[in-house]
Structure formats: C-alpha cells, structure tokens
C-alpha cells in the first residue's frame, strides 16, 4: 500500500513525513530533484494491549510505504503541470492520495505571496491532478480516433463505446469533479482497469494548522468539511510541527506533552494515519501469542482462507478452519483460551467467513 503525499511549498509536508516515517528530510520549501520514501508504521493501539496480555518477543504493526513529492512540481513556471510530469507516472501508482494545506501563520515560515488560504490550496493541487487526467484522456481518444479509421464497421462498435465513457470522464473532470466520484457500471470498472488516473484515487486532505489552534481541531475540521462531499475523500487537522516533536519522544515523555497541551489521548496524526487506511478499504485483523502480536492489514471483505494465505502460502493451501475471538472479548477475558472457548466467544469459522476488523485468528491447517 503506497500514499503520495502532495502539497505546495511551505506547506509543511515533509515536516509531517518526518513525522509519520521519523526521517530527517529536508524541509523549508524543500524542492530537490527526488522524491523522499518512507515506511510509517499504521497506529493501532489494540497491539499493546494485546502486548500486556501475552508479553510476546515482538510488536510489529501494519505498515505503509508513502512518498513524499517536492513542492515545487505544483509551482514550476513552465506552465500546469510541466513540473507534475515528471513524476505523473509514479504518482498514479499510489493507492491514495495525502494533501497537506497551510492554515497556520509562523514567523519561522515565510508566508506565500498570495497569503494562507488552505481551500485555494486544494483548488491549485485538484487543477493540476485534474489536467494530468484530462491529458491522458485527451492522448487515448487521439489514438481511437486513428485506430477507428482502419477498422470495419462491425469492429467499431467497441472503439466508439470506450470513446464515448473516456469523454464523459472527461466532461466530468472538466466540470470540476475527480473521477473518483465518477459514476461508473462493474463492466465499465473493468473497461478501465488498465488507466492509471491520479484523480481516481482516495483523498485524504490534512489541513496543517498552528500549534496553539491544535486544542481546537474538532471544530477546525468542522470549518473544512465541504472539502468532503463525494464519500471518497476525508479531512482532518493537524499541526506537523507538533507531530513531528512528539515522534522524537519517548512513549511517557510523548503522553506527557500531549497532556500539558491539553490535547486527547490519540494523535491528530494517527487520527490521519488511520483515516487513510479506512479510505483505502483496509483493516486488520490480529494473530497473538509468546513470539508475536501482528496487524495484519486486509482489504475489507477478506475471507478466512484468503487472511490465511496473507500469513502464508501453506496456510491458505491447507486451510481446514479458523478459530476466530473478538479482540474485545480476548481483552475483556485478558486472553484466557479456556474462559473464551466455555463462554463461546472463540468461534469456529470456515474457508468462507468475511474477516472483521479486529478478529483475532488461529488458523487450523495441513499440508
């Protein structure tokens, strides 16, 4: 899973990068020629739970590759989007999308020339994914348009039908829309499973305010909600510089600071995190034990025999069944096997069962 985080300069994106991924990248109107890459571990707070229960060898969480891409591709003077070009084809391979829009004033930041207004922002960065699309739409009509002439009319038929879904997409981008919220058919879904259009990913839009506001960001996100209004996109508030000094703190020291501020218990930023996930259509379902508690992150609608197969090959190959136990009941019966099997709450399930978010999984097999 892969989140490309965009933004214009200053708008503290790599700040928040560093943060989730606790690189040092460069920042301050960062504009260098690569893209910065990082692993971000996805917040899940039922594994120290589960790691107080059964004191396992290790941790490890769900985790997420996310690209951070420079500012200045939004900014470039050759016109919308020459700067975007250059990374149009590795940005369309993201399963979603990050927007990082300036809503604080810091003295420490210059402001840009035409002031703080997060709402433009998303405007500016939506046109010039927005044209990227229309480009490739434009560049594949060309090319029908040229197929069509050499075939029979009998052979036209199919070329003149995905003509004619590419120009209603592109009529819908041109009406200010992404193709995210584009109505389409199963079959039309399939039609189009070899395009890699920027704006048919989900939209996840963190608007980076100042670090005193940060006590306020229920009510911020509130003010930003029309931003989200196709059920495909979501907004939250954060403060990256905030987030990036609680990530070099210890656990303690960071829920130290986190209470002087005032602030709850669980981050804005793994509010963020978790937000992404759910939009791209993930959850997780857990495996505990001495040697390790794990996240294993699924696609929702996931069947026991195929989260098998996610823990290994073997696993699915020879599946016979599973034990499946709410993380709720293992933690209200602190993981007691024999209290959850005689209360019934460790269940046996099938190759068919539809994983829920949380489950926890022992899966039976033979090979």
């Known amino acids: ?22 690189q040092n990248a460069e920042t301050g109107g960062y504009s260098g020629g690569d893209p910065n890459i990082g692993i971000f571990k996805v917040p899940d707070r039922r594994l120290q739970i589960l790691s107080a229960i059964d004191n396992p060898n290790r941790i490890i969480p769900a985790e997420m590759k996310c690209i951070d891409y420079p500012g200045a591709v939004f900014t470039d003077s050759g016109g919308a989007g020459r700067g975007l070009a250059r990374f149009i084809d590795q940005l369309a391979l993201s399963d979603a999308l990050v927007y990082i829009v300036r809503a604080f004033e810091d003295e420490r930041v210059p402001l840009p020339s035409d002031g703080v207004n997060a709402e433009r922002d998303v405007e500016t960065l939506d046109l010039e994914l927005t044209v990227a699309d229309i480009g490739l739409i434009e560049r594949r009509l060309d090319r029908i348009e040229v197929e069509t002439r050499s075939m029979k009319a009998s052979e036209r038929v199919n070329a003149e039908r995905h003509a004619a879904l590419l120009t209603r997409m592109r009529e819908h981008l041109e009406g200010g829309k992404a193709l995210r919220s584009f109505e389409r058919t199963s079959d039309e879904e399939k039609e189009l499973q070899g395009y890699r259009f920027v704006t048919d990913r989900p939209l996840l839009i963190l608007v980076n305010i100042n670090e005193s506001d940060v006590s306020q960001t229920i009510e911020i996100e509130a003010q930003y909600q029309t931003l989200s209004n196709d059920g495909y996109t979501a907004v939250a508030a954060i403060s990256a510089e905030i987030e990036r000094e609680v990530s070099q703190l210890e656990a303690s020291e960071a829920n130290a600071f986190r209470k002087d501020l005032g602030l709850p218990d669980e981050s804005s930023q793994d509010k963020a995190l978790n937000a992404a996930y759910s939009l791209l259509g993930m959850h997780s379902f857990l495996t505990t034990g001495e040697d390790e508690v794990r996240a294993w992150p699924i696609p929702i609608g996931t ?8 823990i290994h090959s073997d696993l699915e190959r020879g ?21 959850l099997r005689q209360s019934g709450l460790t269940r046996t399930e099938g190759k068919d069962y539809v ?11 033979n090979i």
Do not use: W
Not at 5 to 17: A, H, M, N
Not at 356 to 365: A, Y
């Open 319 to 339: 599946f016979i069944r599973a034990e499946v136990t709410s993380f709720s009941d293992y933690q209200a019966n602190e993981g007691s096997a024999a209290s």
């Open 1 to 22: 899973m892969e989140l490309a985080i965009l933004g214009l300069p200053l708008s503290g994106k790599t700040t928040f990068f560093n943060a989730i991924t606790g």
């Open 303 to 310: 069947t026991a025999v195929q989260a098998a197969g996610k």
């Open 355 to 365: 994983v829920n978010d949380g489950d926890i999984l022992n899966i039976l097999f």
